[in-house]
């Protein structure tokens, strides 16, 4: 059960649809000033929460966010870690989930909540889905338990009635409200005449240590996604561009993909010259399971590495925080092994 006692939380407005208000004289969008955050959303007062909020100068389009406006939200909540029981982000949802995943990963021992949200209208509009999921992902990040802790320390997504484990959310509609989904991990919060927290499926450090910052991240990490015909000429050059260090690997169904030795032979020698690969489903739901067929051990026996149920935003998101550490690349194929935040089932 949430206490009731009053937290305090940090807003940071990165930009996106939810901060965009329409000028009255041309009906352009344009972005308003979250300092004034009360005055298009004077309901935040009746939740009784301290809430702050800062603004990315600009703001920006979600579709120009990455690594750098990562270590710029990861800067901001490092600063004020201390000051705030829980931080909602406010995202244009394009890349949210790139997002979301990445800093799960770069908030190492976090023990507070980190909401990020958005919306696919304007917040000004009558019908807009924006002023529900800001109060709601508010509500949540000042959340705490009994005890006094927080009911939700870990980074989520909070979009329509659903909180969602942020390194496995997905967006899947570009118009509806209804915008993101977690395929491979359920709810862990849905939100509806109260706001119904699933304890058991809830991440929570065995031990509360301090905020590690991580800003970080390598961007020579690319997307290979694999359709009927695909042809060695596109493989390779794929594979061989220059600064490569790791590629998420879209594979058919529960892992497979072509036995043409030319198609093994490009990921082999790929491999060996120390590139990671990491072999994610295309479809929606469901797990790559390599040992299943024997196209899948093939590309094991040329050194693929199983995603197992990630998300192809989360490989990516943790491929690049990886390689960006100081590891030996031993300890990036480990890691990637591994579920570090809960980003897959092994």
Known sequence: MASKSKSSVLLI??????GMVENPETGALEPF?????QEHIPELKRLGHKTASISFDPPMDSSDIGPDSWAKIVRLIADNY?????????????????????LSFMLENLNKPVILTGSQLPINMLRTDGKENLITAVEIAA????SGKPVVPEVCIFFENQLMRGNRTSKINADDFNA??????????RAGVTIRYDEKLIYRPQLVRPLKPHYACDKNVVILKLFPGITEAVVSSVLHTPGLRGVVLETFGSGN??????????????????????NVTQCTGGCVEMHRYEVGRKLLECGVLSGFD???????????FL????????????????SLIGEVTL
């Open 13 to 18: 407005y990165t930009g996106g649809t939810i």
């Open 33 to 37: 000033n979250f300092r004034h955050i």
């Open 82 to 102: 201390d000051a705030y029981d829980g931080f909602v982000v406010l995202h244009g949802t394009d890349t949210m989930a790139f997002t979301a995943s990445a």
């Open 143 to 146: 959340a705490k338990d009994g």
């Open 180 to 189: 993101f989904h977690s395929f491979n991990y359920p709810p862990l919060a």
């Open 257 to 278: 993909a072509p036995t043409d030795e030319w198609f093994l032979k490009q990921f082999r020698e790929a491999t060996e010259r120390g590139i990671v690969v990491v």
């Open 310 to 320: 990630s998300t192809s935003e989360c490989a990516v998101a943790k491929l690049m």
């Open 323 to 338: 390689l960006g550490q100081e590891l030996t690349p031993k300890e990036i194929r480990e890691h990637m092994q591994c």
